[in-house]
């Protein structure tokens, strides 16, 4: 989620007069956050109360930097509340246009901030993230690569980030430690008060020391009801292992992007988290509690990081199998659901990369290979499974879909030219099994209002019925909504069905 630039309300004397629209910059940016409060107020009841309100609250932003357009404060807010809004999926559902083109205009937002003040950590994290969200949506239609682009720049902001964050942080340490020295010394709280406001205007912040209209009551009406001070948090472990998680999530994400693997371009991702791993992640995660965390990001990491050593031919399909097993088994997973499919997607990761060898290289398919992808796919199983019992465990409905889906692969394992006799035996088992877990996510998908979700489900369940030999259910259901040729798309280049066995369903063209 974006960083929020938090801000205090100072205390303000009561007036007989009426509000008075904003005509400041700082009226204008407490107009913005009372309309944001509010829109977080409503977000859990009424999503489109709560919409209403942070579109208010942009567009309190926008007209206000209209006026003031060199406000950094009132262009970082308008650009977070932006991107804030794609990141929940309700309130998304009652916005108007896409999900690319909300995040486009994020990111142009998020782009005019950091033009006003380049070395704002936040506004750098926050367009660092908006940048990796629009990877992310546009590569579900490109898979040439074209949004490496997007994801290499976010690295380098991510990193200028955290180059400015610790700065801040031996800044703070180092006026602690003058704080704690003249507290020694003097053992008076005037001195250190005089060390510590230094440098508190820092990136938009006021000062609050010295007097103040709030302090003097002269018996006239303040020039402003309401003074906003910007809040400079210290730069803690936490905020720094924020980022080095971001960069780390990024840089997975970047290996999942590549084609045409090279070892340069391995040794440029290696060389970028070197550090990362072995030294500031474990500097980081102390007095954080967020070990965990951390040592899952890192996992997630190592897959991603073997699974593109592997298509450079630089590790085998054991190494890589043992790579996996070797991140994810020391980690207690037992209450994290979002642990436990992490591990589940770096196995069908390595299930769908040995399938993809398998079409390019067929001399490589042999019964241990085949062998490796049903133990993996299993193993997925197990997490999966493991992870909907946890009690609130995000996306249940996605869970379920990728149950069906790791069932439907086991199946594709006995239909290949090397019988594999415990897929084959048990196909119609595994089938069902898929069938229950679509049906699942279907009726979830309704009861939460996930429409995209609910249309994958029918047309997954209308899959596996015609697998089961039940006629031409899926032709049909397809034919229902206007994502369904696109699904078959997916679905084929998954792996979870072949253009042959579409053939045989009355579908061509896949």
């Known amino acids: 989620m974006p960083k929020q630039k938090q801000f205090t309300k100072m205390p303000k004397k009561k007036s007989k007069h009426v509000q008075a629209a904003p005509e400041t910059a700082d009226e204008y940016l407490a107009a913005g956050v009372d309309f944001e409060e509010a829109g977080e107020k409503w977000r859990g009841g009424d999503a489109a109360k709560s919409t209403r309100f942070f579109i208010r609250a942009i567009d309190c932003y926008d007209e206000a930097l209209k006026k003031f357009p060199n406000s950094f404060d009132l262009a970082y807010n308008k650009a977070r509340v932006q991107y804030e809004l794609t990141q929940h999926p ?16 994020a990111l142009t ?5 950091l033009s006003l003040n380049g070395e704002n950590a936040d506004a750098l994290f926050n367009t660092a993230q908006i940048l990796t969200s629009l990877a992310e949506k546009l590569a579900e239609s490109s898979t040439d690569g074209s949004t490496l682009h997007l994801v290499e720049e976010a690295l380098r902001l991510f990193q200028l980030c955290l180059e400015v964050q610790e700065r801040q942080a031996q800044e703070s340490a180092a006026q602690a430690q003058l704080a704690e020295s003249m507290m020694s010394d003097n053992g008076t709280e005037s001195s250190v ?13 006021v000062s609050l020391s010295g007097e103040s209209a709030m302090d003097v009551d002269d018996g006239k009406e ?17 905020v720094l292992l924020d980022t080095v998680l971001a960069q780390l999530e990024t840089l997975a994400q970047l290996c999942g992007l590549m084609l045409n693997v090279s070892e340069q371009a391995i040794g440029w991702v290696e060389g970028y988290a070197k550090d990362l791993i072995n030294i500031k992640l474990d500097t980081y995660v102390l007095g954080t509690s967020r070990s965990l965390e951390a040592n899952m990001t890192k996992a997630n990491f190592i897959c991603a990081f073997t699974n593109l050593q592997f298509q450079a031919n630089l590790t085998d399909v054991k190494r890589y199998a043992d790579s996996i097993q070797a991140a994810y088994s020391p980690l207690d997973l037992t209450t994290s659901a979002e642990g436990l499919c992490s591990y589940a997607e770096a196995l ?3 299930n769908s990369t040995l399938r993809l060898q398998l079409l390019n290289y067929p001399q490589t398919n042999s019964r241990e290979t085949i062998a490796a992808r049903w133990t993996a796919l299993t193993t997925a199983l197990k997490h999966l499974t493991a992870a909907t019992k946890i009690p609130d465990a995000d996306n249940l409905v996605k869970i379920h879909i990728a149950r069906g889906d790791v069932e439907v692969s086991r199946f594709q394992l006995g239909q290949t030219d090397i019988v594999f006799e415990t897929a084959r035996d048990n196909k119609d088992v595994l089938l069902r099994n898929a069938g229950k877990f679509y049906v699942g996510a279907k009726s979830l998908a309704g009861n939460y209002g996930f429409v995209d979700e609910g249309i ?21 259901v397809v034919k229902q909504f206007p994502r369904g040729g696109a699904l078959l798309v997916e679905m084929v280049e998954e792996g979870l069905v072949t253009g042959r066995q579409l053939e045989g369903m009355g579908i061509s063209g896949y």
């Open 90 to 105: 309700k309130l998304l559902q009652q916005l108007p246009g896409s999900l690319l083109g909300l995040l486009q205009t």
């Open 222 to 238: 303040p020039a402003q009801d309401e003074r906003w001070a910007s809040i400079v948090e210290p730069v803690d472990n936490d």
């Open 456 to 476: 994958e489900a029918a047309v997954k369940e209308a899959l596996v019925k015609d697998l089961l030999g039940n006629g031409e259910e899926l032709k049909i």
């Open 348 to 350: 069908i990761a390595f």
């Open 193 to 205: 008060q005089s060390v510590l406001s230094v440098g508190d205007s820092e990136e938009g912040g």
């Open 109 to 113: 937002s998020s782009k005019y901030a």
